[in-house]
């Protein structure tokens, strides 16, 4: 967030909406790790916990939720949000009105690392425009 603010010189705001998901007992883990080390149920609920004490997909689904909530309480105006994939995924079910589903079942969002989304509200209509979607054009240009 830091460098993205400083190169279109943005003003900052931290909000604990937007971090990362508690992923318990896995966190600072690497995935190899997680699959080695813990034992995984044949069936996930989304309101399971993630790593044990961790977020669960609802419990993120509904901050993100709130974050969603927030964002649109405030003036209108262009927002760039910087945070992880996991919170992304889940502000974008809750934009969609789509509720997390078990065993990881149904509508995913991909965001791969600094890939953005762009997505247009116009309030008087309550209506999504999703402009854009893991875009990552700036890879190329920055390997061009």
């Known amino acids: 967030a830091e460098t993205i603010a400083q190169a279109l010189d943005l003003k900052i705001e931290f909000d604990p909406l937007w971090m990362e998901r508690d992923n318990g007992e896995f966190s600072g883990l690497t ?19 993630v790593g044990m004490v961790g977020e669960g997909d609802w419990a993120l ?12 309480k405030r003036e209108p105006a ?3 949000i910087v945070s992880h994939g996991g919170l992304l995924n889940q502000f ?5 009105g789509v509720a997390p589903q078990a065993n990881n079942a149904g509508t995913r969002f991909r965001f791969n690392n600094t890939a953005f989304a762009q997505l247009i509200y116009y309030p008087h209509q309550h209506r999504w425009a ?3 979607l893991n875009d990552h054009m700036h890879w190329q240009e920055a390997a061009g």
């Open 31 to 49: 995935a190899t790790e997680v699959r080695q080390n813990f034992q995984h149920p044949s069936f996930v609920t989304p309101y399971d916990p």
């Open 61 to 72: 689904f509904l901050r993100a939720g709130q974050a969603l909530h927030n964002l649109l």
């Open 78 to 80: 262009r927002y760039l």
């Open 92 to 96: 974008m079910h809750a934009v969609i």
């Open 130 to 132: 999703i402009d854009r």
